[in-house]
């Protein structure tokens, strides 16, 4: 069944819109690949000037599913140039561009992965990092497999619970608000924050 590409994008990706998170990712059903690709085109030219872009990382044509990235690319460069992510990029197998600002290069190649991931072995499980996921969480989930860990929310931390859980806690409130001001009427447009 196919939901509305908005609503879909303030549940999941509310936080990035408040300008709380790097980025965003939300799964989109469609028939209309073609309608897709203007909804992202029509949503690039509205939230590129507040910073925000909005990216298909993934799509199948027989399923009729596709990941939807949004994000920040000051925020995220900012992640992607930190010399402990891309240390871990590296040792990933990711060809890290000279130029550290240079998160496209790097979103090129997630995605190549996200569409090679034939199984859930094989899912690119360093996406975290893309998300904004802290490093030592998403190290831990790969290392534990995703169990031994010390708080669930949005993602499993592996450091300190009651940080994650206080975290965890401000994501889930700002999407509350955003939904409850969305659903009130407010536009997406007004609720993006600019950066």
């Given amino acids: 069944m196919e939901r509305d590409f908005e609503t879909v994008m303030i549940e999941q990706c509310a936080p990035v819109l408040a300008g709380l998170k790097p980025a965003g990712l939300f799964r989109y059903e ?8 203007r909804r992202v085109a029509g949503w690039n030219a509205q939230l590129n ?4 872009q909005v990216r298909v990382l993934r799509g199948c044509i027989a399923t009729r599913q596709y990941l939807v990235y949004v994000y920040r690319a000051a925020k995220l460069q900012t992640v992607l140039a930190d010399a402990a ?9 990711y060809r890290l561009p000279e130029d550290a600002a240079d998160c496209g290069a790097l979103l ?10 034939a199984e859930a072995a094989d899912f690119p499980h360093e996406i975290g ?3 904004g ?3 030592e969480d998403v190290e831990g989930f790969i290392r ?20 994650a859980q206080q ?21 997406i447009l007004k609720l993006a924050v600019a950066a």
């Fill in 30 to 37: 469609t028939r209309d690949r073609a309608d897709l690709a």
């Fill in 49 to 52: 000037p507040k910073g925000l």
């Fill in 85 to 93: 992510v891309r240390g871990f990029l590296a040792r990933e197998g």
């Fill in 108 to 117: 090129d190649q997630l995605s190549l992965r996200l569409c090679c991931a």
């Fill in 129 to 131: 990092v893309f998300l």
């Fill in 133 to 135: 996921y802290p490093l």
């Fill in 144 to 163: 534990y497999r995703g169990k031994c860990f010390t708080c669930c929310g949005c993602w499993k931390s592996y450091g300190d619970p009651a940080a």
């Fill in 167 to 187: 975290h965890f806690d401000q994501l889930a409130k700002c999407t509350a608000v955003y939904l409850r001001l969305f659903h009130s009427g407010t536009p």
